[in-house]
């Protein structure tokens, strides 16, 4: 006997929506999603479309019709109820596009629930284009099967994220002058974090001062070597993942 097709299909297309999702509702797709239906997956009639709302969850939908500038989709089963994503904040420097654009891709597809972009002395940047860095992540979390998006804040001064800083969240900082392995410190905290990265040029003397002097701000390291903005966001994401965030078994389990 052949094997019984997986259901939903792998291949099915993953789009999120504005809209908020509900069995048997009707979804009209229009401009870049529906060219990318029509035109790059070449849905029709019947094929199913795999759609999240970013509140509900991950529902599977029928394709009804497809137009030269609109693909129509019915809603009919829910798959998944939105996940509850570790309660991670990224809180990176501002870098060149390219890379902080690799840093929000990459980031949401580990895992981070929120990107609070920092703006430092040392900053080649001091704005950030929005609508682009949600597209980035929006695209990231639908390859990835997140049905959770990060959420993102605007830009602010270092010394303005720390004015406001909560007082029930550790904030590490990769500090390129020393501080805790950060494996261990990782390691050692439950609860609510957030990970601060440097720019290009690092922290400077009394950036690193106002870090050291805050009572939730703990410094740690990211081994012997000086890594790129970027490399040393991603890194330590991966790593906060593998020791407190949901890579392992027991912190799976007890989500």
């Not at 797709?29 to 970013?54: E, P």
Request: proline share 7%; aromatic share 6%; with cysteine.
């Amino acid at each position: 006997m052949p094997a019984t097709p997986a259901w939903p299909p792998k291949s099915a297309p993953r789009l999120f929506v504005p809209e908020t999702l509900s069995e048997g509702a009707e979804i009209m797709l229009g401009g870049s999603q529906a060219h990318y239906l029509s035109r790059v997956m070449r849905v029709g009639a019947g094929d199913t479309v795999i759609l999240c709302d970013n509140q509900t969850g991950e529902w599977a939908s029928e394709v009804h019709e497809v137009a030269k500038r609109s693909v129509s989709v019915a809603v009919t089963e829910l798959l998944r109820t939105r996940e509850d994503v570790p309660d991670f904040w990224l809180c990176p420097a501002l870098l060149k596009k390219d890379r902080f654009d690799l840093v929000l891709e990459k980031a949401t597809e580990l895992g981070a629930a929120a990107f609070k972009p920092v703006i430092t002395r040392r900053c080649v940047a001091d704005k950030l284009n929005a609508e682009r860095a949600r597209t980035i992540m929006t695209e990231a979390a639908e390859q990835c099967a997140r049905t959770a998006l990060p959420f993102l804040s605007e830009p602010q001064k270092l010394d303005a994220l720390l004015r406001h800083w909560p007082e029930d969240r550790v904030l590490y900082f990769a500090d390129e002058d020393g501080g805790a392995p950060a494996a261990g410190a990782f390691a050692a905290h439950d609860g609510p974090a957030a990970l601060l990265i440097g720019p290009e040029g690092g922290f400077d003397d009394t950036e690193r001062e106002m870090l050291c002097a805050h009572p939730k701000v703990s410094p740690i390291s990211l081994g012997p070597r000086i890594l790129r903005g970027e490399t040393a966001a991603i890194a330590a994401t991966a790593l906060w993942m593998g020791t407190q965030g949901d890579w392992s078994d027991d912190n799976r389990s007890s989500r």
